[in-house]
């Protein structure tokens, strides 16, 4: 670790991109947190459903960052050697593809709201209480898509700043109108569940709107008009297709596995869920520093190949690891040792969702560190070295040979409680960690994806 810190180039690199994208992170997850603690208020039924209604807007979430991050690959290489042409036609194809599947699920949303809420619950409350929410928030989705399209390029091209700033308004935003509509001050109705669903989409509004106006207002190499978005041929998306395709595949099937978790919780009864929801807006939380570095991680060692420098790219790859696995042992101490803090901020808990919550978070602690090291693997090295296909492989196996089937075993024929079948969930990270390490040891991993392009 001692040559790592002494390498001032690498460390402010790092930061330069890592701390923007950590607090833009941190934000958005506190965006989540104050959703959470706000409803928490409502009772255990209305967490319940935002949890699981917001599984929609998780499961497309993702499938959009993968097209983002798939993009990103392209992105960070091309900026690697200056080629602004190219990733404008990159931000381009990744605009259109999300706009496509951002209409697909605000359709699903609107036209059986029902019908999806019933696939998470039983309780007729909560079913009732997530379509209100559904409904309203399922407006935000094509929006979210061209944001975070935006964002992610914006990274790649070693600008974090910009959607940090973003994610600040969209915070500060999401917050001033949860207040005000949730529970009905300075005049404005009391809107309960559903004044959470109309801050979230003012929130989305305003950072879209605030995106586009820094975009276009400055000389940013994202800044292009629609024939240079849409400058297309046949062999350029052909060759964007076969790189891209397995990330887009990778988070879209993942997210569908981690929505089948949340059924599988679901299925042990409502305080389950309600104890899920807690878990998730916590890790969320603290995965926050975690996901910059892997993020930074992507655009360096990205960066490094594009310009032709593989021997250095290996060497940060490295350095990345290094850094993800001390950080994790960090975060993992910090967890169990303030789990009790942490579950004092949310109100109303009654005593045994308190107790299941906070054996939930012990859990993850457990898990924390090895988590936190297959995430570096999975989005900063692979990825950025543009082996999307082997990571694919590698998170898909993991989550439907191992998390999925585990989940419903525990769930609904051995009928355990939410705190046991967690950690069998958890058993993918160690399947993934285990064939993680050898491809890291072979370099296969490196592969230049715009040469010749």
Request: with cysteine; net charge positive; charged share 15%.
């Amino acid at each position: 670790m001692s040559k790592i810190w002494k390498d001032k180039n690498f460390i402010k690199s790092m930061i330069n991109v890592a701390l923007p994208i950590t607090l833009q992170n941190l934000i958005a997850s506190s965006v989540n947190m104050l959703d959470t603690l706000m409803i928490t208020s409502l009772g255990q039924a209305s967490l319940a459903a935002v949890g699981l209604a917001n599984q929609v807007f998780f499961f497309y979430s993702v499938t959009i960052f993968g097209v983002a991050t798939g993009s990103a690959v392209f992105v960070a290489q091309f900026w690697g050697r200056q080629d602004y042409k190219n990733i404008k036609k990159i931000l381009g194809l990744c605009l259109t593809i999300t706009s496509v599947i951002g209409l697909f699920f605000t359709l699903a949303a609107l036209i059986t709201p029902e019908g999806i809420m019933t696939i998470f619950s039983e309780d007729q409350e909560v079913i009732k209480l997530g379509v209100d929410y559904l409904i309203i928030v399922a407006f935000s989705y094509i929006i979210t898509g061209i944001s975070f399209s935006y964002a992610i390029a914006s990274r790649s091209i070693g600008d974090a700043k910009m959607p940090m700033v973003v994610s600040i308004v969209s915070f500060i935003t999401n917050g001033i109108f949860n207040y005000l509509l949730i529970f009905g001050k300075f005049g404005f109705p009391r809107l309960g569940i559903k004044g959470a669903a109309y801050g979230t989409l003012i929130a989305r509004v305003v950072e879209l709107g605030l995106i586009l106006y820094i975009t276009y207002s400055s000389s940013s190499p994202l800044a292009a008009n629609i024939k240079e978005l849409t400058n297309w041929n046949k062999n350029f998306i052909k060759r964007y297709a076969k790189t891209a395709y397995p990330v887009i595949v990778n988070e879209a099937l993942w997210s569908l596995g981690t929505v089948l978790y949340s059924i599988a919780y679901a299925k042990i009864g409502t305080e389950a869920a309600a104890a899920v929801q807690i878990l998730n807006t916590v890790q969320n939380i603290f995965m926050v520093i975690t996901r910059g570095v892997g993020n930074a991680c992507t655009v360096m060692v990205g960066n490094k190949i594009g310009a032709n420098e593989e021997g250095m790219a290996i060497e940060y790859a490295n350095r990345f690891l290094k850094i993800s696995v001390v950080l994790g042992l960090v975060l993992a101490t910090g967890l169990y040792l303030t789990s009790d803090i942490i579950l004092s901020l949310f109100r109303n808990l009654t005593p045994q969702l308190y107790t299941t919550s906070k054996k939930l978070l012990n859990i993850l602690a457990l898990f924390f560190t090895i988590k936190v090291f297959n995430g570096t693997v999975i989005v900063g090295v692979l990825r950025g070295g543009g082996d999307t296909k082997f990571s694919m492989l590698l998170e898909m196996g993991s989550v439907w040979l191992v998390g999925v089937p585990l989940a419903f075993l525990g769930a609904v024929v051995f009928k355990l409680p939410v705190y046991l079948v967690t950690p069998l969930v958890y058993l993918e990270e160690i399947v993934k960690a285990l064939f993680a390490l050898p491809r890291l040891i072979s370099k296969k991993w490196v592969t230049n994806v715009i040469k010749d392009m």
